[in-house]
């Protein structure tokens, strides 16, 4: 008869290790991404206030790049899962590729239901979400470089790719750079954030800001899974600190230069502020003992962009 492989547990799951706690917080906040309310009611917005051609661009340009970001994470996810050994850590990474997936849905939704109709109706040049003009250099290379070091992970399974795989793609793309796009966008499109980031006097777009507070909360957990990763092996003295303060230090850069073109629409100066800031916390968290990841709960807070919680 063939055997089980690992009979070695009761119960099979750890319903008090960190993961399971994860997975079940993303499981009772689940939302979809084919139902957020809102999206007519932005196109109808963005025609009715004669949106110019030049804001029009600048929209797409952001809404591309945040796509194309997300389908960039739903694809590179998979190298972690695959070498991840814990049965309660592998079903948090299954919902996390799963939400990554959401979320890349919801940006292609936006594109179809409201980008491409509101550019038709106003005669604009229409645009694929892919267009190259759309991305920068910065951008490019950190997306690079973040599918190399998950893809390092199928070749050289070690505790120091593992750690250079979540600071590239938990605590920079997920973290810093989704975290200070997200807040941008919530500065620029809602009452919410800071008044210093939005040039333009822009409509609020309650369907826009509806799904990205729904997707800036689902990231507060996946930052919140490579937090408790990254510091357990500090904590363990399984690799220097130094290497993560150099991993991400260096990543600053490429963030910073995503943030810092969007055009005349936004000011990059309270952005790249907001990028370092949120950094500099993140290192603080990671390497000083006496400070604490805060629940889970915390971290999936959002109203007025506090989904941003890991660290502050
Ligand atoms: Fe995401
Ligand atoms: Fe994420």
Known sequence: MTQIEDDSREMRLDPDSFAQGYFKNAVYRHWDPYDIPGLDEDREKMIANGMTEDEYYELCTSISRFGAG???????????????????DQMFI??????????????????????????????????????????????????DKTEAAMERLLVEDTVETRVKAYCHYHLTVESVLAQTGYYG??????????????????????????????????????????????????QRGEVEEAIVQETLQELLPYVAGTVSDFGDAVNPGPLVTYASDKLTRRIEILTNENAEIPPVEELVKIGGGEADTVGD
């Open 70 to 88: 997300e389908e960039a994470v739903t694809e590179d996810l998979m190298p972690l899962a695959l070498v991840l050994d814990d049965i309660n």
């Open 185 to 234: 966008f919530q500065s620029a499109f809602s009452d919410h954030g800071g008044d210093d980031v939005a040039f333009r006097d822009w409509p609020n777009l309650t369907g826009l800001v509806e799904g990205i507070g729904k997707i800036r909360s689902d990231e507060g957990r996946h930052v919140g899974f490579g937090m408790h990763k990254v510091r357990g092996y500090i």
């Open 94 to 143: 299954s919902s996390q590729i799963y939400e990554e997936a959401k979320h890349t849905q919801f940006f292609d939704r936006y594109w179809r239901e409201v980008l491409n109709p509101v550019g038709e109706k106003l005669g604009f040049e229409t645009y694929a979400p892919t267009a190259q003009h759309f991305f920068n250099d910065e951008y490019i290379t950190l997306f």
